[in-house]
């Protein structure tokens, strides 16, 4: 029979280890299913099991404790044709837990092998997350205050479709790895194991005892038949294939000239829910369509339809370089939570500059222009404020103006949102 | 002349795709969210793939996995997520394995700021790894900087199978700005040198080079291994080949680091004063400059891309000339301190802010005034 075991690179494991079951039975799996060489690796991380990636002539990747899932689930999802084997201790299962439950929830056709062995065998046999409450192990008594995982019912819980659970002594153990193997999806086979150099030293370990351990945990013995669903590499490229749109990047087209432009810093204050941050998109657009370099930042709280929100726009023929406001030639004071957020901006208004405050809006003392619009007796609503501003900005020439507004309103909206957002301009200019 | 406008997270990621990158894998995280947004709506009709990891550790992980099997890789994220990829960027140093990772940074320590702009992470980005082996960290002032640099990080990713970081900021990141996107003036493009001859030893290489790659899942088998190996991939004690291996790391990237020096200089003629400066900092300390020209007080301007390998040269280079040198940087001092191991004899001035807000160039001004 074909194998794949490395000769120049024997396993190295202490005498009675059932690592070495294990890396034979692997062997007989993959020889059992004709896997091809070139297209399957074996991905290890640390500890015992961490050595079966030298064993095997196949490809392999050993990496950082815990994380052999997520190389794994990289290089499957990078060649779907390849059969990717995954080894892990207890140490790693313990580690990457988080790996194992995405793993199981995704469902790519990976195989995971646990290797059991209820301790650290490296480094001197200290408890892992499957040591068993009384067992001796290398950590005093903490794992006397602890219980062991059962990660074949944790499995099945995170959705695996495949879930099985053997000794490493099982005279089936190739078989059942192969069934692992052959299972299309994500699938763990558990197998419990005797660590001679550390466990059994100490504790009374015997082939029956571990058959006794399988018989007393809940059976896994395969296909979890109320997870089956398809394959994830197969449902992401499904998917991923019906978006055969690239987004290309919008272009802004020189519409006009103006004369004597001097660089304009817009800030709107407002809140949540009010389209500050459209608004602010639309006198960006309105000046790149004038030629002009524009720059915008946002802020506004991690939460939705509330808080402040502000827009804060600079519109240069110059190329722009700090792009932090300095003297704001235009505020739109739409709300109390967005002026308090920018309060100290008052102060270095400069007496040409020109704020728009809303009716209800409380604003600092300053020596600004202030225009101060009852929206609400205009029956405009609060979510169109700051749309309404700007058609008040556009027809006293402040910033922008109607030529520069209507071009950006037309790019930024479709033709139905555009010509309501006009009748809430011309409703506003005509105040 | 048509402009774009858009995020420097956008241009990031435009940088990305016109670099040839096929593979995202990232995890959320404000300030760098919408780099994997848009690598999400631009990868898919290109054929490429874009996964959100279950977190950061296993998104590292997922671009490892790809990235030997020969995928280009992009990742994205902010100083937590820096943290949490530390070791699988470790794996990545010393296995030579090409990634590209975008730090947009944002004020720390810790969880810090999530809307705040700092360059929090410059020499975390440098020593957040075991064994002190050099990576290349490249530091763009704007949005067209982060679509030109994305391209040099893939080509010097590949080139030298190394983790390449782009050290954004929340400033640039988040601010959308117009630019000439079209007539932007990028790289060609550098692919991975693969393997042609007979036997295949994964880490034999020049003694100053990167390896030549084959992918896993190829003909060739390929071992990859996060242990100290020697060229067959295997573990090794052997110190003369571990020494070998270590030296080579260094070299690759240290011998080639005049090639991988990028900058931008505006020296005024009689001027004692450089202001030198990296990251979006650079380019109030521009508008400083020019406002100083006008006052007939003109100092000349040293803005920094490439900070890791420190471009020495460079620094010895254009620093001759001056009296007197001034470091501006948002952190309370992190750069500076390679500039002065670099200019020994020199006196370096410095200013740094932290607090969340952009240095002002009234700020700079008063600084190099107070010189």
Known sequence: MNSYLNKTRPPVYCPGCSHEKITKGLDKAMANLNLPADKTVIVTDIGCSGLFDTFFNVHALHGVHGRALTYASGLKLADPELNVIVTMGDGGLGIGGAHVLASCRRNLDLTLIILNNFNFGMTGGQYSSTTPTDAIAGSGFLNHAEIPLDICSVARSAGATYVARCSSLDAGLAEKIAGAIEHKGFSIIETLGMCTGRYTKKNKLTPITLDQMIMDLPEACGVIKKNKRPEYGERYRALAKERTTFPKAPVFEKKMTLEDYQRQEVVILGSAGMRIVTAGDIVCYAGLYAGMNVSMKNDYNITVLRGQSVSEILISPEKIGYAGIKSPSVILALSDEGVLRRKKIFATLSPDAFILKEKSVTIPETCANVLEIDFRKLKIKKQDWALASLGVMAKKGKTINKKMLDHALKSRFNEKVYLLAMEIIEKISKV | ?371
């Not at chain 2, 505006?266 to 109030?284: C, F, H, M, P, Q």
């Not at chain 2, 254009?318 to 750069?335: A, D, H, P, S, W």
């Open chain 2, 1 to 371: 002349m048509a402009l774009s406008f858009m995020e420097g997270n956008e241009a990031l990621a435009r940088g990305a795709i016109a670099a040839g990158c096929n593979f995202f894998a990232g995890y959320p995280i404000t300030p760098a969210t919408t780099i994997f947004n848009s690598m999400l709506k631009m990868l898919p009709p290109k054929g490429g793939i874009c996964v959100q990891g279950e977190d950061e550790i296993a998104s590292m992980g997922y671009c490892i996995g790809a990235s030997m099997a020969g995928k280009k890789t992009l990742t994205a994220t902010s100083g937590p997520g820096i943290s949490l990829y530390s070791e699988q960027v470790s794996f990545a140093i010393g296995s030579e394995i090409p990634l590209v990772i975008a730090d947009v940074q944002r004020l720390g320590p810790s969880t810090g700021s999530a809307t705040r702009g700092a360059d929090s992470d410059i020499q975390f980005l440098r020593w957040g790894s075991t064994s002190g082996v050099p990576v290349i960290v490249l530091a763009p002032k704007d949005a067209l900087d982060c679509y030109i640099l994305t391209v040099h990080a893939f080509n010097y990713a590949e080139e030298f199978r190394c983790p390449v970081f782009i050290a954004s900021n929340k400033e640039i990141g988040m601010t959308k700005e117009s630019f000439d996107l079209d007539s932007a003036t990028l790289p060609p493009i550098v692919e991975r040198k693969m393997f042609s001859k007979d036997i295949y030893l994964p880490f034999e290489a020049e003694q100053d080079a990167a390896p030549p790659f084959l992918p896993i899942g190829g003909k060739t088998l390929v071992r990859q291994t996060s242990s100290t190996h020697g060229p067959d991939g295997y573990i090794t004690i052997d110190p003369e080949v571990i020494a070998k291996n270590q030296a080579r790391l260094r070299k690759k990237i240290h011998n080639a680091r005049k090639r991988i020096t990028l900058f931008e200089e505006n020296t005024k003629e009689g001027t004692d004063t450089l202001v030198i400066s990296y990251g979006v900092t650079s380019r109030a300390v521009e508008d400083a400059a020019n406002t100083l020209a006008g006052k007939g007080k003109p100092v000349s301007t040293l803005t920094l891309k490439t900070l890791w390998p420190v471009p020495r040269d460079l620094l010895l280079e254009k620093t001759r000339q001056f009296k007197q040198i001034i470091v501006i940087e948002m952190n309370l001092g992190q750069y500076v301190n390679e500039i002065r191991r670099v200019l020994c004899d020199k006196k370096v001035n410095f200013y740094g802010q932290m607090n969340g807000a952009l240095i002002s160039p009234e700020k700079i001004m008063e600084v190099i005034e107070n010189e």
